[in-house]
């Protein structure tokens, strides 16, 4: 049984099987590349302390990308690809969100506030974003998000 919608020529089925290989590997490099750059910005990020350092969110970060690269590249089911958009999502939204607003130290978690760009974080917001972007692209074209169209359709053909 294809995992195209029903009614997709076969053709199209396996564009759509090339795309998501495509974004898949995206995903993963992307992801792979934002676990790279945390891992290797953590100890210069070690300073910025609460109850835990900016360092060990890092360092944290880079182990979520890795396994939502591992995920995404060799598990390839939907709760990994969720998990891949999660870590891609989070991390892209956090770092937005202490580029442009001081939100101080919460509770545990230390002022990360860090008003410029450099070329790390702009490698980083793009990774991001390119997993983000891949992410989304494998859960709207995931064969559970057609099923309810597929059973529409078979309905309507009893009928």
């Known amino acids: 049984m294809s995992s195209a ?4 020529r076969s053709g199209s089925g396996r564009k759509l099987r090339l795309l998501r290989g495509t974004a898949r590997l995206l995903a993963a490099a992307a992801l792979a ?19 835990i350092s900016q360092g060990d969110l890092f360092r944290i970060e ?21 998990f891949a958009w999660s870590v891609a999502a989070g991390g892209l939204a956090l770092l937005l969100v202490y580029r442009y607003v001081d939100v101080g130290q919460l509770g545990p978690i230390p002022n990360m506030y860090e008003p410029i ?3 790390d974080k702009k490698l980083t917001v793009v990774a991001e974003a390119i997993a983000v972007v891949a992410t989304v692209f494998l859960l709207i074209t995931h064969p559970w998000a057609h099923r309810g169209r597929r059973r529409a359709g078979r309905r309507a053909r009893r009928t």
């Open 5 to 8: 919608p029903s009614g997709v």
């Open 33 to 51: 590349w934002d676990a790279y750059l945390h891992a290797y910005l953590a100890d210069q990020y070690d300073v910025v302390t609460a109850t």
């Open 62 to 82: 880079a182990g979520l990308a890795s396994l939502a690269a591992l995920f995404v590249l060799v598990w390839q089911r939907l709760p990994g690809d969720l």
């Open 117 to 119: 760009w450099y070329g």
